[in-house]
């Protein structure tokens, strides 16, 4: 380790206990106890009240406010854990019900899986988050003690009468040299109090991840969702981007192209030389905006979907890194002797044309790699390059479109760029869509 590393590391440990993060945990150690012994009371009293009054009618009700009660006291630690021990837990879906009425207002709470995830964590917390507050309690109250020490004892033996008091000395130790100790152990254990804070509310973290946030269900819904509104986002931009091209590109030069030919009809109709002379101007003119409507159609069609692909995701890759503004290779293994399907072939072409044009406008690259690897369940390409890196998922960005358009399908981009280079980004996605 080296010299400046050391002094970094020594100046962390003794600054550990002033920093927010360690104040934010302490805090929360002082505030999670009552929390938990709330939510336990109130889950208990609520499950064993409603079920031994089942057969009253304050059974029903009194079960059905136990468990939204729950829920309640989950949102609550989800925002005390999120805000102080910086745990992200994405909330739940907001409790709806359906239908309207008492009856469909207690269907829908006794099938809600988050107010059971609730009472789960309700009852099973309570003895992680009393070891963790006792854990905590005594590390910061022992430590301050034993640092503290050499001044009470003096205190001690002042008010007793004098040093040699029976008390005078401090136990398991003799003299100067057992204060000193004593107060480097108290410092010590200060030091490392914020480490072993963080270390006991563990459980309360991982309690917090696995049952106060979305189910697997949920998340996927969720994700399912997300994904169909950035892919509604993205048609509808495309379905802009063509519109806006074809009216101020191929429209208007099928416009000029068509007046010239008007033009060319009326002047043909006379003997004059000069007027022939102009028609012909007017005939190139025509000719060579109607070359420019077809090679704007051409490329517009090739952005919807590119002929290429016809012949196969790998000459389509092929001829990709064959343009490539940067001298690029391609690799492929499992092409063509099996391919994806079509949706999945166009997102992996659109992936590689942006990683291609991205690396070559903006990463001062000498070599571009590109790999594709068909395997039994998934293809995975794989885009590196030899330039400065620093290439970062930023919304707004290229590499934030491609990871929504890859989520669409399930898929998932993964990027490594440090700054100096190299950068790698891979894409993964399923051969069906």
């Known amino acids: 380790m080296s010299e400046t590393s050391g002094r970094a590391l020594l100046r962390g440990l003794l600054t550990g206990p002033l920093r927010a993060a360690s104040r934010a945990e302490l805090l929360y150690a002082v505030l999670a106890l009552p929390l938990a012994v709330l939510g336990f009371v109130w889950t208990l009293f609520s499950l064993v009240g409603g079920v031994a009054l089942a057969l009253t009618p304050f059974g029903v009700p009194l079960l059905a406010g136990g468990l939204h009660g729950a829920r309640g006291l989950g949102a609550v630690q989800r925002r005390l854990a999120t805000s102080l021990l910086g745990v992200a837990v994405d909330g739940p879906r907001p409790f709806r019900s359906v239908p309207r009425g008492v009856i469909g207002f207690l269907g829908t709470t006794f099938t809600d899986t988050t107010c059971w995830r609730a009472v789960l964590f309700a009852l099973l917390r309570l003895p992680f988050t009393a070891a963790a507050f006792a854990l905590t309690a005594g590390i ?38 057992g204060s000193v100790l004593v107060v480097l152990a108290g410092l010590a254990l200060l030091v490392l109090a914020p480490v072993l804070t963080h270390g006991v509310q563990y459980p309360d973290r991982l309690l ?48 000029a192209l068509a007046m010239n030919l008007g033009l060319v009809r009326v002047k043909l109709a006379g003997d004059d030389p000069e007027a022939l002379a102009s028609a012909r101007r007017l005939v190139d003119s025509a000719h060579h905006d109607a070359k420019a409507a077809i090679a704007e159609l051409r490329d517009l069609s090739r952005g919807i979907y590119p002929s290429v692909l016809d012949e196969g995701l790998d000459v389509a890759l092929e001829s990709l890194t064959s ?111």
């Open 140 to 177: 910061w109250v022992y430590g301050a003690y034993l640092l503290t020490s050499p001044l009470s004892w003096a205190v001690v033996r002042a008010v007793q009468g004098g040093p040699e008091s029976p008390t005078a000395r401090l136990p398991g130790t003799t003299g100067t040299a």
């Open 208 to 255: 917090t991840r696995l049952l106060l946030g979305p189910g697997k269900v949920a998340r996927r819904v969720r994700d399912l969702e997300q994904s169909r509104t950035r892919a509604v986002d993205d048609a509808t931009a495309m379905l802009r981007g063509i519109e806006r091209d074809l009216h101020d590109g191929a429209q208007a030069r099928l416009v």
């Open 323 to 433: 343009r490539s503004g940067v001298p690029a290779t391609l690799r492929t293994q499992g092409l063509p002797e099996r391919a994806p399907s079509p949706a999945i072939a166009v997102i992996a072409y659109f992936c590689v044309a942006e990683l291609i044009t991205n690396a070559t406008r903006h990463s001062r690259a000498r070599n571009l790699a590109v790999t594709a690897h068909l395997h039994p369940d998934k293809l995975l390409l794989r885009v590196t390059d030899d330039g400065i890196g620093g290439a970062e998922i930023r919304p707004g960005h290229g590499l934030a479109g491609l990871t929504d358009r890859v989520r669409t399908v399930d898929g998932r981009l993964t990027s490594v760029s440090p700054v100096g280079g190299p950068t790698e980004v891979v894409v993964e996605l399923p051969l069906h869509a």
